[in-house]
């Protein structure tokens, strides 16, 4: 049943387009963002345009050797409750010690989202009750968080063109700190539920977004922009497929000039992929729901990957549902910067704002500059290069072991190898073509050794992972160029004298 009510939103919201083949109904993006202004879907008489608006918040796992609030390790894929303290099992008299490494990550990222930092942050207890939260509340920061009004930049390409880059900024309204909760497994075949409760305790920025965003394919680029923020200064490893980077999307869709609409929560998403979709769909649903007469409901849904819809869960709780209140057992947060250090305070004790500041890496949007700036590429191509792990730093090896310029190697990386990479579904890590075996292939080349026909060949081969040297490969195949010129006046009169009818009626015309 929900398979026929997604395909039916899809066709019917299709049929009231400008025609064309219909979309398939799994996976097929619903809304085109136009990176200019804004996706306006038409209504039905294509007078009444439809503004879509959605915010995210993102909880990202802090990079930590320990839980937020307890010694218990971290670790992914664990035997299942195997990394659980008292505290985490919320036993009796247990009380929380925070984790100083997971405030310094905090505060590590709202330096880098252009936040400010409160010097005084408060934590509180978010009250909900679910088999896997064994507390019966979280504690999280909801009056006053580490971290408020920030902004993050990220660019997205005009009509799908890697040429045409529009750059975008995103509010950040806060980023807090709080635990995560344990895993539930539900064994439908048994009729149970299982819980591990070794994720219970795991500390978590929860970064929140204001609604600045109109279609999937923003979402998604901005939460890669985040994730790769993230990655680069060591707070979180943000690996979506294992749960360290998880997104809610909020979702309404409302009329030019009227109040914003109803909106929807979709929970958990894991992939950038699924998140773009999501978003899509929900405001093409949205859409069809509204102009079918009917309201959207303030509600959390799922998104689910096989169908392309997103399905109900639950009603969406208000902030009365989850009666908040102050942490009794943690104290204030004090954070201190180099004016407001006491002299006599030990530095090992406190989290010193200006000192993190000093020693924050360069950002993606650096990197990229110096990308262009140092080997002359063209902007786009610094976005592939940051965007796929590992590549800007195979790129570079590749650039320091040929004679080849940097502009020529991009090529070779973007159009060959990484197709390659594509096809086969691997990352740069897992290329049987090391930097080393490139630069090698590339040399010959350069060095007009063998022709760009011949090169490629020569990659396919090296593709293969036998262990043979690109040099070793064309003496083998014959794929060398030919630079005696008598021996190419030989071959040539050789096939001259063995083609004589062909070469007689060429004379005679």
């Known amino acids: 049943a929900a398979a026929r009510g997604c395909r039916g939103v899809w066709r019917r919201a299709w049929q009231r387009g400008a025609g064309g083949p219909a979309p398939a109904p799994r996976g097929q993006r619903a809304v085109a963002c136009n990176a200019r202004g804004g996706a306006v879907p038409a209504g039905k008489s294509g007078l009444a345009p439809w503004v879509p608006v959605v915010g995210l918040e993102i909880h990202a796992q ?181 749960g360290q980077l998880r997104v809610d999307a909020n979702v309404s869709v409302h009329h030019p000039g009227e109040h914003y609409g109803v909106r929807t929560e979709v929970k958990n998403i894991n992939s950038l992929r699924f998140l773009a979709k999501a978003v899509d769909y929900e405001i093409q649903r949205q859409i069809e729901e509204l102009e079918n007469g009917g309201t959207i409901l303030n509600e959390t849904r799922a998104f689910d990957s096989k169908l392309g819809c997103t399905v109900p869960m639950r009603d969406k709780e208000g902030k009365q549902d989850y009666r908040f209140m102050p942490e009794p057992n943690l104290p204030p947060l004090i954070l201190y910067d180099a004016k407001s250090l006491p002299a006599n305070m030990n530095h090992q004790q406190v989290v010193n704002v200006d000192w993190i500041h000093e020693r924050l890496p360069d950002l993606p949007s ?26 800007t730093e195979f790129f570079e090896n590749v650039v320091k072991q040929t004679r080849m310029k940097p502009k020529k190697v991009i090529g070779w990386i973007l159009n060959d190898l990484l197709s390659y990479l594509k096809q086969h579904s691997l990352i740069v890590k897992e290329s049987p073509v090391t930097s080393f075996l490139l630069a090698d292939l590339l040399n010959l080349l350069e060095k007009k050794e063998i022709s760009s026909t011949a090169a490629k060949q020569v990659l396919a081969e090296l593709w293969k992972g036998e262990g043979k040297t690109p040099f070793e490969i064309v003496k083998e195949k014959k794929l060398e160029l030919i630079q005696d010129q008598k021996e190419l006046e030989q071959i040539c009169q050789a096939v001259i004298d063995g083609q004589e009818n062909e070469v007689i009626m060429m004379v005679l015309g």
Do not use: W
Not at 161 to 187: A, F, N, Y
């Open 62 to 242: 802090i990079s930590s050797n320990s839980k937020l609030f307890s010694g218990s390790q971290v670790q992914f894929a664990a035997a299942p409750n195997s990394l659980v303290s008292f505290f985490d099992a919320s036993l009796p008299g247990t009380l929380p010690v925070l984790n100083r490494r997971c405030v310094e990550a905090a505060v590590m990222t709202g330096l880098a989202l252009n936040c400010s930092i409160n010097k005084r942050s408060l934590f509180d207890r978010k009250h909900y009750f679910y088999a896997d939260l064994p507390a019966g509340y979280q504690i999280t920061q909801q009056r006053v968080p580490i971290a408020v009004n920030g902004s993050l930049s990220y660019s997205l390409c005009i009509d799908n063109k890697m040429s045409q880059m529009v750059t975008k900024t995103v509010r950040i309204k806060q980023i807090q700190l709080e635990q995560d909760s344990g895993k539930s497994l539900h064994d439908d075949t048994r009729n149970q539920t299982l819980v591990d409760l070794n994720r219970a305790g795991v500390g978590l920025m929860e970064v929140v977004m204001e609604p600045d965003m109109c279609c999937g394919e923003e979402a998604a680029a901005a939460v890669r922009e985040l994730q790769l923020i993230l990655q680069t200064l060591g707070s979180s490893q943000a690996v979506m497929a294992e």
């Open 366 to 391: 650096v990197k990229r500059a110096k990308l262009v700036e140092r080997y002359g590429i063209l902007p786009e191509h610094s976005f592939t290069l940051l965007n796929e792990d590992g590549l």
